[in-house]
């Protein structure tokens, strides 16, 4: 079916073909415009009957607002008419303010009334001129105002016979207590303007109206005035919608309004109800007139289509005869020109494109004879230039063959191997040097890679990577390190650099392999690599044996390292004790002790004195045929092969190491290495022998200081004694004989009496000086009072007299301390105090001192000049001698102190010492 549309269509003249597609295109456009118009006449409806509902809605809004007004007018005139007594009496006199409400009511109302409890009329205002009026006890509404105390609306009501319906609105009456004692009602003027305003300005048109009904179905107001106080022709639906506060708009048929034998008109009616009362507005039209201007837009579309299809056809008529019968004369040209007819010209004087494309034809006719002569001509040419191209060729191939010959004798002429290897790992090319290994005698190409370069072993990874597999999988040159064997068992490193070969199409074809010896250059390398090793290994020594200065500690370290480099199963240290020959065992791994305690007995006997002349490592290869206890223990410890290394220092011996194995091996070539570990380790143990020394004299000078300082004390304690028992004896006496000859010595001897005078002054004078000394060299204080009020005291005789304000602090200190102890913290804070009052210009200072954990701390502080520490210590004119005597005396005790100043911001000396128990 869709072949013979498809060869319909194509067999169908160019005329029916442009009326078809002008014809379709003008149906869907008119189908286009013809939804457009259905959806608009739709969109047009639906926007009417909207609207119909939202006037159905405002009116009922304003209706609601309406009785909203009367609801909150009438509660304020109720509560102003409240009785204030338990039982009111309206009867005996009108309430005040009755005629002002009446006044107020009567804008919506035609009479009010005054209902007592039983809802029984007590006032009424006009007063009903009729004797038959209805008693208001027996309305719904004032019932229910009455029992529920709300706002109530009652339906249609005749008050009396021969007045119009009305409608009842009522309020209920509360006293102080909230109680109902009446009830306030007024009979609603439909007609009133404040009620019906919202009905006179609406604009139906001719067959619209608007009405309002209540929940019984009977219309209260309306547009019409024919229509009030009757029911409703749809009073049932109207009240269910008003029971359910529903909104609807539909189209119904006017059948209860047209005479009998007229078909009845549709309408569309829109219903809002109002939510305050059980009523509802009804807003309806005849249909025709509600959607006239659907219509019209409609019958407007459908014309304008017609139309246009007319005028739509009448062009493609003009437009198809206008272009194909051009057409057919350029077709009869195309046909002269397909049969080789190039002289004969298109004519068709037109402007428009098809002009243009005869002109086209035309030109393209001239250039087609142009390009005939021309092909012609190369035709002629390409017959010589073949000729001549043959020929170039031939010379060409000429010179590639001998390009070729000389590329074979240049690959031959290579000192390495080159062989080309295919997709199949089979030889292709092979210069002169691989001809010449190849010593067999079928022909070498064609055979596999691994039989010309392995002695038939394929490579199996990864201890020999095949270097063809690698480029043919990444695509890129590999470089590889083959282990060949030789003949006789010895073989030699082939380094192999392959390449891949690639066609036209950029596929590898092959790959190129380039093999020259490098036995040589592994062999360098392969030292080079176990010179860096032992460098390694010996610089791990190394690093060990400097990292303490334990000598306990070095041996076992540095023999546990040895014996982790070489690989050797047990080994053991020997050190000279002293300036004696004899040899201590002084730390051995992997051997018990008896075999190292042989070991020592077999060296002390003699055998180390040939180690140290030999002045390298003793290889002993067999250790078993060894005669006496070493040999036994040697045999027991399972060892087979022993090396003695000496451990020489700056030419000193100090000992020999000791390493074995279980297994026999060739420790000849690690004899280099343990030497270099003996010497390395020998000086880790001159180091440490030097330590210890050092430590050693250190301690005796400790102890000699220590020695000196009490002497020291002890001397100043003894000169303090004397000055005190003999010279401040004898300075007191000569001041007190001075002063009783001053008393004595007549007026005549006044000059031997200023002299006596200046005598007195200087003894006294010395006298304090000799009690500072006194206090300088020995405080009194400190060995009765204590060392905290020893310090207070001085604090305040030196830096207070001296203008230094002065804070003494000491927390959680003991009454007395060891007198080393207080001896020493006492000289230090003299010493500060020295200094504060000789060098710093200091106006402040602070001494603290307190007891934490068993360390006693001390601190002197001042907000002096300061200076810088390092430059005091490391000075050489004597101005840091007292700073290096307190840290002496700190040291002594095991203690520490630190000295923090800068120029400019004062000065802190922190010191603790430990107290011991």
């Given at each position: ?712 004390e002890e001397e100043r304690k003894r000169i303090a004694r004397e000055l005190h028992d003999e010279t401040s004896q004898a300075l007191t006496a000569i001041a007190m004989n001075c002063a009783a000859l001053e008393q004595v010595i007549p007026e005549e001897l006044a000059d031997i009496r200023a002299k006596l005078n200046i005598v007195r002054t200087t003894a006294a004078r010395s006298l304090r000086n000799l009690r500072t000394l006194i206090f300088d060299l020995r405080p009194e204080a400190l060995d009765d009072l204590g060392l905290e009020l020893a310090i207070r005291g001085h604090a305040k005789e030196r830096l207070e007299d001296a203008g230094v304000h002065t804070q003494v602090k000491v927390v959680n200190l003991p009454d007395r301390l060891p007198s080393e102890v207080e001896t020493t913290v006492f000289r230090l804070v003299q010493e500060g105090i020295t200094n504060i009052v000789r060098h710093a210009q200091a106006t402040e200072a602070r001494i603290h001192l307190e007891l934490v954990d068993g360390r006693l701390r001390l601190l002197v502080e001042d907000n002096g000049k300061g200076f810088d520490p390092r430059k005091m210590m490391a000075a050489e004119d004597g101005s840091g001698w007292g700073l290096r005597g307190m840290m ?30």
């Open positions: 079916m869709e072949s013979w549309i498809r060869r319909l269509w194509t067999d169908l003249e160019l005329t029916a073909k442009m009326a078809l597609i002008v014809v379709v295109a003008l149906l869907a456009l008119v189908g286009s415009f013809g939804y457009l118009g259905v959806s608009a006449t739709k969109s047009n409806t639906q926007q009417a009957l909207q609207e119909r509902v939202i006037l159905a809605q405002l009116a009922a809004n304003h209706l609601d607002s309406v009785f909203a007004h009367i609801e909150r007018m009438m509660e304020s005139i109720a509560a102003f008419l409240a009785p204030t007594g338990e039982s009111p009496d309206w009867t005996a006199a009108e309430p005040p303010g009755w005629h002002v409400a009446y006044q107020q009511l009567s804008l919506f109302s035609q009479q009010i009334f005054l209902l007592n409890a039983e809802g029984e009329i007590v006032l009424a205002e006009p007063a009903s001129p009729t004797p038959d009026a209805i008693s208001l006890a027996s309305v719904p509404s004032i019932q229910n105002t009455l029992q529920t105390g709300r706002f109530a609306v009652s339906g249609l009501i005749s008050l009396a016979s021969g007045q119009n319906p009305t409608v009842l609105v009522s309020v209920p009456i509360r006293d102080a207590e909230g109680k109902v004692r009446g009830a306030l009602a007024i009979s609603l003027d439909l007609t009133s303007p404040e009620v019906s305003a919202f009905l006179q300005p609406v604009a139906l048109g001719e067959t619209g109206y608007m009405e309002v009904v209540d929940d019984n179905g009977v219309i209260l107001l309306s547009t019409r005035p024919d229509r009030v106080f009757q029911q409703s022709d749809h009073k049932g639906n109207l009240a269910g919608m008003i029971r359910e506060g529903q909104a609807l708009v539909a189209v119904c048929h006017d059948c209860h309004q047209t005479s009998q034998g007229v078909a009845p008109l549709p309408e569309v009616m829109a219903f809002a109800p109002m939510t305050r009362i059980n009523w509802g507005v009804v807003v309806r039209q005849h249909q025709e007139e509600a959607f006239a201007a659907a219509r019209q837009l409609q019958e407007r579309v459908i014309l304008l289509g017609a139309v246009a299809l007319l005028i739509a056809l009448v062009m493609v008529w003009m437009i198809t005869r206008s272009v194909v019968s051009p057409l057919k004369l350029l077709t009869g040209a195309a046909q002269r020109i397909a049969q080789g007819d190039l002289d004969t010209p298109v004519r068709c004087q037109r402007g428009d494109e098809i002009g243009v494309l005869a002109d086209t034809f035309d030109h393209m006719r001239v250039r087609l004879k142009g390009f005939m002569e021309e092909i012609q001509a190369w035709n002629r040419e390409l017959d010589q230039r073949v000729r001549e191209r043959t020929a170039a060729l031939m010379a060409v191939q000429a010179e590639a063959q001998r390009a070729r010959d000389d590329l074979q004798a240049i690959i031959d002429g290579l000192s390495d191997e080159l062989v080309v290897v295919d997709r199949d790992f089979r030889v292709r090319l092979a210069n002169a040097a691989v001809q010449a290994r190849w010593n067999r005698q079928e022909p070498m190409l064609g055979q596999r890679c691994w039989v010309v370069n392995h002695d038939g072993r394929p490579c199996q990874p990864p201890q020999c990577e095949c270097p063809v597999r690698d480029v043919m999988e990444k695509g890129r040159p590999v470089r590889v390190t083959h282990f060949h064997e030789q003949q006789g068992g010895e073989g030699c490193y082939v380094d192999i650099a392959a390449s891949p070969l690639y066609d036209q199409h950029g596929h590898i074809t092959g790959v190129i392999e380039l093999l020259r010896d490098v036995t040589e250059e592994m062999r360098v390398k392969q030292a080079l690599v176990r010179r860096n090793q032992e460098l390694s290994a010996l610089n791990a020594v190394a690093a060990i044996v400097s990292r303490s200065l334990d000598l306990q500690e070095i041996l076992d370290t540095a023999l546990d390292k040895v014996l982790e480099l070489t690989g050797v199963e047990a080994g053991a240290i020997f050190l000279k004790d002293g300036d004696r020959d004899d040899l201590a065992l002084m730390a051995h791994r992997g051997l018990e002790t008896a075999a190292a305690e042989a070991i020592q007995a077999w060296l002390a006997a003699g055998g180390w004195r040939g180690v140290m002349e030999a002045d390298r490592p003793v290889i002993v290869r067999n250790a078993a045929p060894c005669q006496g206890t070493a040999g036994t223990s040697h045999g027991r410890d399972g060892l087979c092969c022993l090396v003695y290394v000496p451990l020489i220092a700056k030419g000193t011996a100090l000992g020999i190491m000791c390493v074995g194995t279980c297994e026999p091996r060739d420790l000849a070539g690690e004899a280099d290495l343990l030497k270099a570990f003996g010497r390395q380790i020998a000086m880790g143990v001159e180091n440490a022998l030097l330590y210890a020394d050092v430590r050693r004299k250190e301690h005796l000078r400790g102890e000699l200081l220590k020695k000196i300082i009490t002497a020291q002496e005396r700190v040291t002594l005790l095991e203690g520490e102190m630190r000295i923090e100043s800068e120029p400019g911001k004062g000065t802190r000396i922190w010191v603790e010492i430990p107290l011991e128990g």
